[in-house]
């Protein structure tokens, strides 16, 4: 167990359709990343939050947007949900001193 | 631009056999170095980090892994796999402890019975 929470552990879907992934960092930690891991894209680093902050955005498309809250819980919003969108989404956090990351359990996206 | 690469997608090899996974990186200056593991159906683990110091770096699991500077590798061992070991790894890179990680693509281990 990472210490990293998130919810739901998986979701179904319609296209169209909107939906927030939860992630809930390891005690203390104050960097939270966002991941997609599909079949044909493998591991794909979303975006960074350290703080409250937006810090690193990587292939996150403009559909997707992410916040952390003042508590360092972070939530990732994924809209207009396309059939390419189902995968594992991953939240990680690590520590202000360290980029070392601790994934959390995933959450698996089914849109139909 | 940095890059990893993990040249093997997929590696066979037989339970109580020795184990290496290659990673490869492109960088100038010594990196930051990782391996994770991912069970089905489970998010990555830490399986250990290399920041600097001695070039042989044990971790979890009885894994270990070693930097060579001159061949820009960190390749990860075990010298007998279990059956328990068949999952994904990945090897991360990043310049400091500021930077993202960047990530290789996954090797894929399979155990023979």
């Known amino acids: 167990d990472s210490g990293v929470t998130q919810t739901p552990k998986h979701l179904i879907t319609a296209t169209g359709q909107r939906v927030t992934l939860r992630c809930s960092p390891r005690?203390?930690?104050?960097?939270v990343y966002w991941y997609q891991q599909s079949l044909d894209q493998g591991l794909q680093f979303l975006i960074q939050?350290?703080?409250?902050?937006?810090?690193a955005k990587g292939n996150i498309l403009e559909r997707f947007s992410a916040q952390q809250f003042p508590d360092l819980h972070s939530e990732l919003n994924l809209s207009s949900l396309e059939l390419g969108d189902s995968a594992l989404y991953f939240c990680?956090?690590?520590?202000?001193?360290?980029?070392?990351?601790?994934f959390g359990p995933g959450t698996r996206l089914t849109v139909t | 631009a940095q890059s990893v690469t993990q040249p093997d997608i997929h590696i066979t090899v037989s339970e109580g056999a020795s184990l290496e996974l290659r990673c490869n990186y492109s960088y100038g200056a010594t990196p930051y170095l990782f391996w994770y593991v991912q069970s089905p159906g489970q998010g990555l683990q830490l399986l250990l980090k290399y920041f600097s110091g001695d070039t042989l770096v044990q971790g979890i699991k009885g894994f270990e892994a070693e930097f060579k500077r001159s061949q820009s590798s960190f390749n990860l061992r075990k010298p007998s796999v279990h059956w328990s070991d068949a999952a994904e790894y990945f090897c991360a890179v990043a310049p400091d402890s500021n930077y993202q990680l960047i990530w290789g693509a996954g090797t894929k281990l399979i155990i023979k019975p």
């Open positions: 939050y350290y703080n409250g902050e937006e810090r």
């Open positions: 990680a956090s690590s520590p202000s001193w360290s980029n070392e990351q601790y």
């Open positions: 005690s203390g930690d104050l960097s």
